[in-house]
């Protein structure tokens, strides 16, 4: 072949190739539209997805990271879209990928409630080595769109930021609050200011392990404290304070019931359906 044929060819040749591959992502798509999960109309398909948010999140696994649901928008150009296009499942998995939480905030929208995940090392940034928080500066401007907030604590200066950012930002629709610590920490600013206790308005579940700050929910229901500091006069200004409470687990420290009761009302949790106590 001449020079000019071998030049034609050289540039025909790539343009064959990028047909061919369309003219295969088109039979692909045709295939995938027969299956018959992919024949379910799109709102039911997107409601399935959702319940994955929960059965299979992203997380950790004896150190290896799985991306779970949000494996669903690698399937397929429909299955992306279909997740693209729906902000829920996002907004219920912020901070679970770390280094992805600009892009799940992003996916969310503007006005999906928020599951905040604070989870392990959200407090540093492994380029820079010191504490920089991008996940908490993130939540700041977004705590009243919060519905669900689980917060890990790994130091005692994270529980002393977490007890203070807890007392500065309100969480109008926060109503799931979990905070999780290795050990009991007790800081001198959280015993002075012990005496105005979070207010709630509408809490509905908490589960404290090894953390423990004052708090009034109205309209809690479900209350687990483990291996916390609470005297027997704070626990009973819980129950008084949550009369809707239908379940309550409680595990104090060792040495924690110092306090009295005299002073307060009886509580009267006409609710309650399961009582665990452990003093």
Known sequence: RSPQERAALTQQLPRDADALKSM??????????????????????????????????????????????????????AWRALCLDNPLPWARSIGRVRRALSTFLERSGEHAPLHYHLLEDWSKDRREGLTF???????????????????????????????????????NGLKELRVIAPYPVVDAASARSSMFPLRYESLQALRFTSFFIRFDAPLLTSLRLWN????????????????????????????SLNGTVGLLPKARLTRLQDLKLDM
């Open 228 to 255: 916390v500091d609470c005297d027997l006069q704070q626990l009973l200004a819980i129950a008084v304070n949550s009369p809707l409470l239908t379940s309550m687990d409680v595990s104090l420290r060792s040495g």
């Open 133 to 171: 928080l991008p996940s908490f500066v993130e939540l700041v401007p977004r705590a009243s769109r919060i519905k669900a907030l689980i917060w890990t604590v790994n130091t005692e200066e994270e529980v002393v930021f977490l007890k203070a950012a807890l007392r500065s930002l309100t969480f």
């Open 24 to 77: 295969l992502r088109d039979t692909n798509a045709e295939i995938n539209a027969m299956v018959p999960i992919c024949r379910l109309p799109p709102e039911v398909l997107a409601e399935v997805f959702y319940i994955l948010v929960d059965v299979d999140p992203p997380e950790v696994i004896y150190r290896v990271r799985t991306l779970g649901w949000v494996q669903l928008s690698h399937v397929c150009k």
